[in-house]
Structure formats: structure tokens, C-alpha cells
């Protein structure tokens, strides 16, 4: 005979309290029940790319600087700091009371290698150890940068929320390659990760750390200030059918999803239990992510001529619905409403599309009718209508497609590899990114032109553009700058920006304390 999951809770809510000693410690606790956007596939934030492993990083992992919803970094982990000769030392302090999730103190040295780990993945990261003459722990809890130039953005570096956050692990976890996921979890974060009720593509469950004292200054806001945690437990589940989803949080098996399909949105604002509202208006940026290492993108006349086949608001029609409020195109390569946005190139993508004038700027270019081989994730709500409305305007371009819709994880993977497409390679990918991905030249990990893993786009000249912000005393000098660099991303199409939706998250009104930015889980309590 066999039984459902389903039917043995059913089962166990209706057994004798004493039999069951788990179950009843379990309903003397609160736990919060949430809908991650797709499965943790990697609980590495610093290996992975996807925005689900930053958002279990911030549960289990902590930061030394934290940002708030208007993009301003304060101590978090650290009291303070001091900055000494002429800018070029910094002297971090750690704060009293922080531990490791497996009692041990956190330490300097600790953070020493979690910032080299981070910066080897990141591109601000790895902007200020190049600017580093020497990173140390001369004791304990002084975390200590002698730079060989002033940098005087450090705290927005180690405090950022983009992909990669700087999240700091113990040292022996955080000597490890960067390039080999560390599968086992000890953070000093608010939470703990439970390990023994991991279920991949199904579950993972975290719990309040009981020794993790939060800061005792300033309000809570997205990543900074005080960290308070209200329930004792966290529950991810991972439901790839968005209609079961949406049913489950209107029926109240689930508490919180954390992305709402836009087509489902009226369903639910139907209900008097459920909250709908979106955290962060700088919204999703998407692209088009091309192989520059593989024909036939390799070729940067091929790469331009096919620009006049995009049309941002099909792309972003497809994932946000017809309503103008949750999308916005056309988009350059920074988040619009930011200070680095600006309208340089956006010509390109307005009026109708003229596929015919397409295939022949494409044999112009050299394009002779090779396979592309084009990625994207079938079990992503927002990245496979991407995936499907690429593989569409490709052809229609006159291009020989080969799609192959594949699990989220294994698209991660093979955009790792640089062998040819016949041996498994690729082609194209679509993403979705945060605005606050694209903010600027210095974290946008997609245009920096160090050939490293984003499409393996490289560009001497667009890393010295970046050097020059980097450098750059006014904020109107950085938007001069970051002018010439839309200029030349339009020039060298480190890839495709194909529009902006903004995604709203849903809830019911007996959870309250949600803040703004993306998915955090203190602050929220019952109401």
C-alpha cells in the first residue's frame, strides 16, 4: 500500500500527541513557510551566480558592511573602521558577540580569506584586491587593507547585496577553491541551515541561531541594521508549478512566494488575505548572453548585426504581461533610475524590427547558417518565456537554433564550459539579473572585459574605462564615463540587454515585517 506525503501529515495531525513527541515540539514552534522564485541548487553564494544561493547566503552568512533599500552602506559585522595614511590603510573592527553557527568565534583571519574567496568570484572584489597591497589580520578582530591606491568605495564592495555578496565563512571553508561549490554550511547569520532536511528540488529548512546578536544600532532595512529574527524556523519549498504555488498560499499551506507570475496576480488580489507588492522597484534586468569564445558570436560584426532583431518589450511582454507598470524597454547595461543609466545606443532597439534587413546584415557580417546552440532554464518562471521568445526572434533572424530548455542548475554548469557546441559547448543563454546587479562598472560582473565565465567577453579597452571610474572624483565624472562605456558595449555587445520587469511578491496578511529589497527573513513576524 502506499501513501502520499500528503496523506502521512494528514495522518500525523490526527495521531495521539504522545506518540509523536517531534510533531508536537514542532507545532510549540513558529515557522515561517516560503516559496523560493526556483530550487537551491547550490548553497554556495560565493560559486553560484543565481540570486536563490545570495538569498540563502544572507539567512546563514553575514556581511562586514550592509545596504539599505536607498543603497546606503553601514556596519554590519564590523563596529566601525578607521582609514589612515592618506586613505590608503582601512582597519576594520569586528564587533563583540559574533559566533560561528558551530560555537566558535568569528575571528579576522576568518574574514581575511572569506574576502580573498569572494574576490576571486567578484568583480568589485576583485577591483579592490588589485588595488591591495596587503590584506591581514594583525589580531584578532582587526581586519586590516594596506592598499597600494585609495579606495575609498571599500565599504560599498564588502557591503553590496548584488551577486556576490561578501559573505563571510569560516577560514577552513573559506581557503577552498572558489571554483569547487562547498557543499557544507556553517555561516555566523541569523539562521542555521538543517542540513539533515535538505531535500534537493524539494525542501530546505532553516533555524533561528540563538547566539547571533544583532547590531543594537539603527533600523532595520534590507540588509542593514539590526537583524531580529521572530520565527524560530524557515521553510523553503520549492513548487515549480506556479498555479500550485498560488493555490497553496491561498489556501494558507504556504505563507510567502517570494516571485508571483504576473498573469496570476489577479487571482489573488481577489483575496482579502493576501498581500501583493513588489520590494525592489530597480526591477529585473534580462539579457541575452552570448558565447564569445564560439562561433558564430565570436565575431563582434555578427554580434551588432543581430541587435536590429531585438525587441525588448516582446521579451519582457512575455515574462510581465501587457501592464506598463511592471515593465520598462528599451534599456542600455545599467539599471534604469540609477545614477549610471543613460540613453546612449537606445536607438538602436526602438521602431519595428526589419528581419529581412537583419539576414542580410548577418551574411554581411559572415554568418553562413552554423548551429547555435541556446540555453535557458525550463523550470524558471521568468527565464523560460525568455528562453522560448530568444529561440523565436533567432530564427526569425534567419539563425539555425538548436534550444535545449535544461534544469536551472545545469545551465549554471554549462555556461562554465569553453568546449566547442559539438562537444557540448554553447552558444547563447538567457538570465535574469537585479537592478542592482547593473548598477555600476565596477559590480556588473556581465560587462567587465576580463574574459572570465560571463560569456568570456574580453575588452582592454572597456577594463580601462572601468579603471577610469573606478578613479573618477565626482559623480558626474562616472556618468561621463559610464556614457563611453554604453558606447562601447553597444560597439563590442558584451551581451544582449533585452528589458526590465519588475516582479512582484506575494503574501498573506497574517505575516508582517517584510522589508523592502529582496527576500530577507528577519524583521518578519506574525501579525
Given at each position: 500500500m502506499q501513501f502520499s506525503r500528503r496523506s502521512l501529515l494528514r495522518a500525523a495531525a490526527v495521531a495521539p500527541a504522545l506518540s509523536f513527541p517531534g510533531i508536537v515540539r514542532a507545532q510549540s514552534q513558529t515557522t515561517l513557510r516560503f516559496i523560493p522564485v526556483i530550487d537551491l541548487a547550490f548553497v554556495d553564494p560565493i560559486y553560484s551566480t543565481a540570486q536563490v544561493s545570495r538569498n540563502h547566503g544572507f539567512?546563514?552568512?553575514d556581511t562586514l558592511y550592509g545596504i539599505n533599500s536607498a543603497l546606503e552602506v553601514s556596519p554590519q559585522m564590523v563596529s566601525g573602521h578607521v582609514v589612515s595614511n592618506d586613505g590608503k590603510q582601512w582597519d576594520l573592527t569586528l564587533r563583540d558577540g559574533l559566533f560561528w553557527h558551530d560555537g566558535e568565534r568569528v575571528l579576522a583571519r576568518d574574514c581575511v580569506a572569506s574576502i580573498r574567496r569572494w574576490a576571486s568570484r567578484d568583480g568589485f572584489g576583485g577591483e579592490l584586491m588589485a588595488a591591495t597591497e596587503e590584506l591581514s589580520a594583525p589580531d584578532d578582530r582587526t581586519i586590516r587593507f594596506r592598499l597600494?591606491?585609495?579606495?575609498?568605495?571599500?565599504?560599498?564592495?564588502?557591503?553590496?547585496?548584488?551577486?556576490?555578496?561578501?559573505?563571510?565563512m569560516p577560514e577552513r571553508f573559506a581557503s577552498q577553491d572558489p571554483l569547487k561549490p562547498i557543499t557544507e554550511v556553517i555561516g555566523s547569520g541569523p539562521f542555521r541551515f538543517i542540513a539533515d532536511e535538505r531535500v534537493p528540488g524539494v525542501r530546505n529548512a532553516y533555524a533561528r541561531f540563538e547566539r547571533y546578536q544583532p547590531r543594537q544600532d539603527g533600523k532595520p532595512d534590507w540588509t542593514a541594521g539590526p537583524k531580529v529574527v521572530h520565527y524560530d524556523r524557515v521553510v523553503w519549498t520549492t513548487t515549480p508549478d506556479p498555479g500550485t504555488a498560488v493555490a497553496a498560499l491561498q489556501t494558507g499551506e504556504q505563507d510567502w512566494q517570494e516571485t508571483t507570475p504576473h498573469d496570476l496576480l489577479p487571482v489573488l488580489k481577489q483575496s482579502d488575505e493576501v498581500e501583493t507588492r513588489v520590494l525592489d522597484p530597480r526591477g529585473y534586468a534580462c539579457m541575452l548572453r552570448v558565447n564569445h569564445l564560439q562561433p558564430p558570436f565570436d565575431d563582434p560584426a555578427i554580434r551588432r548585426a543581430l541587435l536590429g532583431a531585438i525587441d525588448q518589450a516582446d521579451f519582457m511582454t512575455a515574462v510581465a504581461g501587457g501592464d506598463p507598470a511592471y515593465q520598462l524597454s528599451p534599456i542600455g547595461y545599467f539599471?534604469?533610475?540609477?545614477?549610471?543609466?543613460n540613453d546612449v545606443g537606445l536607438s538602436v532597439f526602438r521602431g519595428p524590427r526589419d528581419m529581412a534587413k537583419v539576414k542580410a546584415d548577418l551574411a554581411a557580417a559572415g554568418y553562413e547558417g552554423g548551429k547555435?546552440?541556446?540555453?535557458s532554464p525550463s523550470n524558471s518562471a521568468a527565464q523560460k518565456p525568455l528562453g522560448q521568445i530568444a529561440a523565436d526572434m533567432l530564427r526569425r533572424a534567419g539563425m539555425n537554433v538548436d534550444h535545449q530548455?535544461?534544469?536551472?542548475?545545469?545551465v549554471l554548469q554549462r555556461q562554465l564550459k569553453k568546449d566547442p557546441i559539438d562537444k557540448g559547448g554553447w552558444s547563447a543563454a538567457v538570465g535574469n539579473w537585479q537592478g542592482i546587479d547593473w548598477l555600476n562598472p565596477a559590480g556588473n560582473t556581465n560587462l567587465r572585459g576580463e574574459g572570465k565565465v560571463a560569456g568570456w567577453y574580453s575588452s582592454e579597452r572597456m577594463s580601462g574605462l572601468r579603471g577610469q571610474w573606478l578613479a573618477a572624483s565626482s559623480l558626474e565624472e562616472q556618468q561621463r564615463i559610464c556614457r563611453e562605456i554604453q558606447a562601447l558595449a553597444f560597439e563590442e555587445i558584451p551581451y544582449f540587454p533585452i528589458g526590465l520587469y519588475k516582479q512582484p511578491t506575494t503574501?498573506?496578511?497574517?505575516?508582517?515585517?517584510?522589508?523592502?529589497?529582496t527576500a530577507v527573513f528577519w524583521n518578519v513576524r506574525p501579525s
Amino acid at each position: 500500500m502506499q501513501f502520499s506525503r500528503r496523506s502521512l501529515l494528514r495522518a500525523a495531525a490526527v495521531a495521539p500527541a504522545l506518540s509523536f513527541p517531534g510533531i508536537v515540539r514542532a507545532q510549540s514552534q513558529t515557522t515561517l513557510r516560503f516559496i523560493p522564485v526556483i530550487d537551491l541548487a547550490f548553497v554556495d553564494p560565493i560559486y553560484s551566480t543565481a540570486q536563490v544561493s545570495r538569498n540563502h547566503g544572507f539567512m546563514v552568512y553575514d556581511t562586514l558592511y550592509g545596504i539599505n533599500s536607498a543603497l546606503e552602506v553601514s556596519p554590519q559585522m564590523v563596529s566601525g573602521h578607521v582609514v589612515s595614511n592618506d586613505g590608503k590603510q582601512w582597519d576594520l573592527t569586528l564587533r563583540d558577540g559574533l559566533f560561528w553557527h558551530d560555537g566558535e568565534r568569528v575571528l579576522a583571519r576568518d574574514c581575511v580569506a572569506s574576502i580573498r574567496r569572494w574576490a576571486s568570484r567578484d568583480g568589485f572584489g576583485g577591483e579592490l584586491m588589485a588595488a591591495t597591497e596587503e590584506l591581514s589580520a594583525p589580531d584578532d578582530r582587526t581586519i586590516r587593507f594596506r592598499l597600494r591606491r585609495p579606495f575609498p568605495l571599500l565599504p560599498q564592495a564588502l557591503g553590496k547585496a548584488a551577486v556576490h555578496a561578501a559573505f563571510m565563512m569560516p577560514e577552513r571553508f573559506a581557503s577552498q577553491d572558489p571554483l569547487k561549490p562547498i557543499t557544507e554550511v556553517i555561516g555566523s547569520g541569523p539562521f542555521r541551515f538543517i542540513a539533515d532536511e535538505r531535500v534537493p528540488g524539494v525542501r530546505n529548512a532553516y533555524a533561528r541561531f540563538e547566539r547571533y546578536q544583532p547590531r543594537q544600532d539603527g533600523k532595520p532595512d534590507w540588509t542593514a541594521g539590526p537583524k531580529v529574527v521572530h520565527y524560530d524556523r524557515v521553510v523553503w519549498t520549492t513548487t515549480p508549478d506556479p498555479g500550485t504555488a498560488v493555490a497553496a498560499l491561498q489556501t494558507g499551506e504556504q505563507d510567502w512566494q517570494e516571485t508571483t507570475p504576473h498573469d496570476l496576480l489577479p487571482v489573488l488580489k481577489q483575496s482579502d488575505e493576501v498581500e501583493t507588492r513588489v520590494l525592489d522597484p530597480r526591477g529585473y534586468a534580462c539579457m541575452l548572453r552570448v558565447n564569445h569564445l564560439q562561433p558564430p558570436f565570436d565575431d563582434p560584426a555578427i554580434r551588432r548585426a543581430l541587435l536590429g532583431a531585438i525587441d525588448q518589450a516582446d521579451f519582457m511582454t512575455a515574462v510581465a504581461g501587457g501592464d506598463p507598470a511592471y515593465q520598462l524597454s528599451p534599456i542600455g547595461y545599467f539599471a534604469p533610475g540609477t545614477p549610471m543609466a543613460n540613453d546612449v545606443g537606445l536607438s538602436v532597439f526602438r521602431g519595428p524590427r526589419d528581419m529581412a534587413k537583419v539576414k542580410a546584415d548577418l551574411a554581411a557580417a559572415g554568418y553562413e547558417g552554423g548551429k547555435v546552440v541556446l540555453l535557458s532554464p525550463s523550470n524558471s518562471a521568468a527565464q523560460k518565456p525568455l528562453g522560448q521568445i530568444a529561440a523565436d526572434m533567432l530564427r526569425r533572424a534567419g539563425m539555425n537554433v538548436d534550444h535545449q530548455a535544461l534544469d536551472f542548475a545545469v545551465v549554471l554548469q554549462r555556461q562554465l564550459k569553453k568546449d566547442p557546441i559539438d562537444k557540448g559547448g554553447w552558444s547563447a543563454a538567457v538570465g535574469n539579473w537585479q537592478g542592482i546587479d547593473w548598477l555600476n562598472p565596477a559590480g556588473n560582473t556581465n560587462l567587465r572585459g576580463e574574459g572570465k565565465v560571463a560569456g568570456w567577453y574580453s575588452s582592454e579597452r572597456m577594463s580601462g574605462l572601468r579603471g577610469q571610474w573606478l578613479a573618477a572624483s565626482s559623480l558626474e565624472e562616472q556618468q561621463r564615463i559610464c556614457r563611453e562605456i554604453q558606447a562601447l558595449a553597444f560597439e563590442e555587445i558584451p551581451y544582449f540587454p533585452i528589458g526590465l520587469y519588475k516582479q512582484p511578491t506575494t503574501y498573506r496578511k497574517s505575516i508582517t515585517g517584510i522589508l523592502d529589497g529582496t527576500a530577507v527573513f528577519w524583521n518578519v513576524r506574525p501579525s
